[in-house]
């Protein structure tokens, strides 16, 4: 059973379109992530939600948009996407409070915006 | 903030002998840092952590990092390279917010390369 999946894995779209992403972790954490990984292999988080409410916002533009519907699932949408948007979007779970910091990460949804 | 650095974008290492991967941190209190390992194309996995106690903190695959408190440094090693050790290696540290949830943030990386 794999314990973070994320669908699409790969995603090419045109510019202006809008898209969305999703993560499932069976793991039973409180904590999800997004990360974006760049075409450097810089990784910088994006947003974090626990137990359905978002706990971490990092400066992202308002086109992007998480949703966590229950505390197993988080969503990405996308409106408008830019060229700059291309990039390898991994979501990640961990335990909540007290947590240890240990994250497991989905496989990756590389998304190419042409 | 809590920062991680990464000196080597790459380093190269012939199989069977020891590796070294270099991190160094800043950080204010007591620093919660860790190792994760990605393999082409696939997500990260974490290979080991320190959060307090031994200084050599031992992880998966045989990897192991030393925690330097005076050097603020947490290099990973492995006593003898594998050809299936090649793979992009990422440095990490834990920061908290003010809500008191974690926020891991990662160094830029290193590709490590074993040649046969």
């Known amino acids: 059973d794999t314990a973070v999946s994320q669908t699409p894995k790969y995603l090419v779209t045109q510019m202006g379109n809008d898209k969305s992403i999703k993560c499932e972790q069976n793991l039973g954490h409180d904590t999800m992530y997004w990360y974006k990984q760049d075409s450097k292999k810089f990784l910088k988080i994006m947003f974090s939600y626990n137990n359905k409410e978002l706990i971490i916002n990092e400066t992202v533009p308002n086109r992007f948009s998480p949703k966590s519907p229950d505390k197993a699932h988080l969503n990405l949408h996308i409106n408008s996407l830019e060229l700059g948007d291309s990039a390898v979007y991994f979501c990640a779970s961990s335990q909540g409070l007290p947590n240890t910091g240990e994250l497991f990460f989905g496989e990756g949804s590389r998304l190419t915006v042409l | 903030a809590q920062s991680v650095a990464q000196p080597e974008d790459q380093v190269n290492v012939a199989e069977g002998n020891p590796l070294t991967v270099k991190c160094t941190y800043s950080?204010?209190?007591?620093?919660?840092l860790f190792w994760y390992v990605q393999y082409p194309n696939r997500g990260l996995q974490f290979l080991l952590k320190?959060?307090?106690?031994?200084?050599l903190v031992k992880g998966s695959y045989g990897f192991e990092a030393e925690f330097n408190k005076s050097q603020t440094s947490f290099h990973l090693k492995k006593p003898s390279a594998l050809v299936s050790d090649s793979a992009l290696y990422f440095c990490a540290v834990r920061d908290m917010n003010s809500g008191g949830y974690q926020k891991v943030t990662f160094g830029i990386g290193t590709k490590l390369q074993v040649i046969p």
């Open positions: 320190y959060i307090t106690g031994d200084n």
């Open positions: 950080v204010s209190g007591n620093p919660y």
